[in-house]
């Protein structure tokens, strides 16, 4: 386990990692209460794909301690009365983070996907402050920036649901691991469509909006 208390990027050492294709990919997706940092996670879900197979997952609730917003509700169809029932963010982080670890210790992870991936990093980051439990180093691969390089004019906006719907990748219940398990596969079709125009697809995969340091 890192001894810093924060995830920081890593330039992966790419003679030492496979193709796209082949490599062993960390997908993560977070429902939360809000969009700033005074909010907090109530939901982790994360993938792993390898050879394009998922081949492991992840999934909690977490218990905020407060009352959602309702528009998070309508959002999720998560409620008051379901994150009751659920472990807190230090058990539920505790957990993942152990996930993650092993998973690093299986053999080598390419990078963490996630679309917009600034905003997840940096929910990430403050849980393994307030929870004092470090993440492992991963490169954050960004699908919103990739969306929004290979398809600038193709569908009418970047967001998931926009993406899913051109890629007829299904699903949309916007909860944690459907949109994580959505997001690994849009990564590989827009790699797929980069190579299709002789583009190196992880050429834009930085992420689109600086990440919290």
Known sequence: MTNGSTVQPERPKTAMIP??????????D???TGLSSRDTI????????????LVDSFSALINPGSPLPSFITALTGLDDETLAHAPDLHTVFSHFCQW?????DQEQIAGLIAHNVAFDW??????????????????????????RALLPTEVPNHKLTTLREHF??????????????A?????????EYAESLEKDPLAYCSPAYPLSS
């Open 183 to 191: 997001t690994g596969m849009l990564f590989f079709k827009l790699c």
């Open 168 to 181: 007829e990748l299904g699903g949309g219940q916007h909860r944690a691991l459907d949109d994580a398990l």
């Open 42 to 53: 109530i939901e982790i879900g994360a993938a792993v794909y390898e050879n394009r197979e």
């Open 30 to 32: 977070l429902e939360t």
């Open 100 to 104: 993650a670890e092993h998973l690093c």
């Open 122 to 147: 940096g929910f990430l980051e403050r849980a393994q402050r307030t929870c004092g439990m470090p993440l492992p180093h991963f490169q954050p691969i960004d699908t919103l920036s990739m969306a």
């Open 19 to 28: 193709a796209w294709n082949q490599a062993k990919w960390l997908v993560v």
